[in-house]
């Protein structure tokens, strides 16, 4: 495969793009390991057990921000900033208007070697601590209710270590590239090749449409592919099981968070009439009785706790679509993960395990949710996006695995059930209503590069 001298052609705007993502200097000092690592075999879920699985997911946030004074959960209320001074948290309202940069340099700045305080660096000394902000209770608290009474992952990790196009396509597929690339990952969102500025990513993205790719054994920049790959999907493996599926989205076309209309196959295969839209769809689903074996439910923007999003209705969102689960025939077989594609910039104490030069990530929240999961249970264990993936191979029949990717090395979040419990009546999360206007706010579902 032909690397990044390939990509001089591209304009000097968009060259620019590849220098400031320092590749090749990548300052990661932990040991660079292989992706099939820490290989996990598993315990199972019971067969027949889990006939419903429903992956909610959220934008931009970290455990610090979201779950202050959760109890038992390893949360900072103190960061330690670029000067080397320990900076208390502040809250910052959800529909706050900053939003930190998240790309794949950004988050080598922020950990800095595993310093974790280059948060706030190259800020001016009036804007140092706006990275380091959490949510003021009232506007959360259906997440801790949630996380209080289910289950929380304290461990869980964003697989990439970048914003959101290749964060979606990691949770369908375990991996951000496809044979043509390999070892090659989506490094960053898509940019146009001539302009060098942000655009949607998938097959309709537009044809100026490039995405970086890194090679994760020594950072080396690997080439710059239109965002229209061909991987192994979760939903292959479910089409064989003849479990079914949906997607729901906000709209048609290319985004950044519509992670099927980046995979060819899918694209233009009879599998893509599984993607529908607009997300609210999954409400009626579940109230017509139609909710598919597996799920993704990704949100309209301001609905999705994105930073810049002049929103908070994030929370009502999310429990609109707990609440109808939860209160429908499907709860005693159904397992939801709530959780959130990347950390936004935002601040977090907890120095990631580095297994190569783009994987593991910061932390994200999860929440799991199941009349299975363990009530009030904050699971150490180590968690990754993979590990939903195991979780949903193992509940449909599937070999832990059998995708190949990060399937093999993630656990199965098994220590947060206990199968072997009856299962737990629903408790009703108490929520704001979740009302969308008949056209609500369209702000983008796009990242900042």
């Known amino acids: 495969m032909i690397k990044a001298a390939a990509f001089a052609g591209l304009g000097l705007l968009a060259a620019g793009v590849v220098a400031c993502a320092g590749h090749g200097s990548s300052p990661i000092s932990p040991p660079v390991q292989g992706i099939a690592t820490h290989a996990s075999s598993g315990t199972g879920v019971p067969p027949g057990l889990i006939d419903h699985v ?161 090679d994760p054994y020594d950072a080396s920049p690997g080439p710059t592919p239109f965002p229209c790959f061909n991987p192994k999907v979760l939903t292959d493996l479910l089409d064989a099981k003849n479990a079914s599926w949906r997607y729901y989205q906000n709209n048609a076309g290319a985004g950044l968070w519509q992670a099927f209309d980046a995979i060819r196959h899918v694209r233009y295969g009879p599998d893509y009439a599984n993607v529908v839209w607009p997300s609210q769809t999954a409400l009626s689903d579940i109230a017509k009785n139609r909710l598919a074996n597996v799920s993704w439910v990704i949100p309209q923007g301001t609905w999705s706790d994105h930073a810049g999003s002049h929103s908070a209705k994030g929370p009502a969102w999310v429990s609109a ?57 904050v699971s150490k264990a180590r968690h990754e996006f993979g590990s939903i993936l195991a979780f949903t191979e193992e509940a449909f029949g599937i070999p832990k695995g059998s995708l190949g990717t990060t399937d093999v090395r993630a656990d199965d979040l098994h220590d947060v059930f206990d199968f072997g419990q009856a299962p737990r009546a629903f408790v009703h999360i108490q929520a704001p209503p979740f009302k969308p206007a008949a056209i609500d706010d369209q702000h983008a579902d796009d990242e900042d590069p």
């Open 321 to 377: 679509i707990v609440n109808a689960i939860g209160q429908s025939s499907y709860w005693n077989s159904a397992v939801i993960f709530v959780l959130w594609d990347d950390w936004g910039g935002w601040y977090d104490h907890v120095r990631p395990p580095i297994d190569n030069h783009y994987e593991l990530g910061f932390r994200v929240p999860l929440i799991v949710i199941s009349p299975y999961a363990k009530r009030g249970y």
């Open 54 to 214: 429903v992956i909610i997911v959220q934008e931009n946030r970290t455990p610090d921000y979201l779950f202050q004074g959760l109890r038992g959960a390893d949360i900072s209320n103190t960061a330690v900033d670029w000067t080397g001074q320990t900076v208390p948290l502040h809250q910052v309202s959800l529909s706050g208007n900053y939003d930190p940069p998240h790309g794949h340099p950004n988050f080598l700045t922020d950990y800095n070697n595993g310093k974790m305080n280059g948060f706030n660096k190259g800020l001016r000394r009036s804007q140092r601590l706006l990275p380091f902000g959490y949510a003021p209770f009232a506007e959360v608290r259906p997440y801790h209710l949630m996380a209080r009474q289910y289950a929380f992952a304290d461990h869980m990790f964003q697989t990439n270590e970048g914003p959101s196009f290749a964060a979606h396509l990691y949770l369908i597929s375990g991996t951000a590239s496809d044979r043509r690339l390999k070892p090659d990952l989506v490094e960053d969102d898509p940019h146009n090749k001539y302009t060098g500025g942000a655009t949607s990513g998938g097959c309709d993205a537009p044809k100026a449409a490039f995405v970086l790719t890194i």
